[in-house]
């Protein structure tokens, strides 16, 4: 997919200078990649995945986890991942959840020019498509699709673009999220359902 992604592909002109991906796709393979095709990545990092401090003690096999670093001052680190070239930026984020819990999300960067705030920023952006994803699937019915054939799959999945829109529309023009508009309307559709019921009983 990235590679095809690359500009000068005869269908496509994609333009990015940063891909961000979550700890699944994080892997040494996958930050190689995007190196060798010439852009840069934010990845979320799993706290058990080990790094070095420096190329000698990455050449010297001496690594540690990354929860176990020390990051002055809350500044990103530079260190070497095992199986990267490249020296890499490591930086932690502490949060809190909802239910007043702390969490820390731990970010690598192929940048290392990037400074913490910079650094957190960017991967904010990815947000944005996880929340257009979950929107999708659970509001648009992405996949739900019943058919089978390369022609129904594509209309399913141009109907469920279209109505992902119009729910964007709406959600600008209303100041109202896709869900809450899905539960309104739900709540309408069960009222008229009701009143149908109340009717064939009388």
Known sequence: MLRVALPGWPQQQVAYRYLLADSWYASAENMTLVRALGHHFVFALESS????????????????????????????????????????????????????????????????????????????????????????????????????????????????????????VLKLKCGIGHFRLKAQLYTVGLKAMYQQLALLRA
């Open 49 to 168: 995945r080990t790094v070095a401090l420096s190329a000698a003690a990455r050449a010297a096999g001496h690594f540690q986890p990354v929860q176990s670093l020390v990051f002055p001052d809350t500044q990103p680190l530079r260190v070497n991942l095992r199986a990267v070239q490249q020296a890499v930026l490591v930086t932690r984020q502490v949060f809190t959840n909802q239910d007043g819990s702390q969490g820390i999300l731990y970010l690598v960067s192929s940048d290392t020019d990037l400074d913490q705030a910079q650094l957190t920023t960017i991967y904010q952006r990815r947000w944005k498509v996880e929340e257009y994803h979950k929107s999708l699937k659970q509001n648009a019915s992405m996949g739900k699709v019943p058919t089978k054939t390369l022609a129904t799959q594509a209309t399913h999945f141009f109907a469920a673009v279209f109505a992902y829109t119009k729910r964007e």
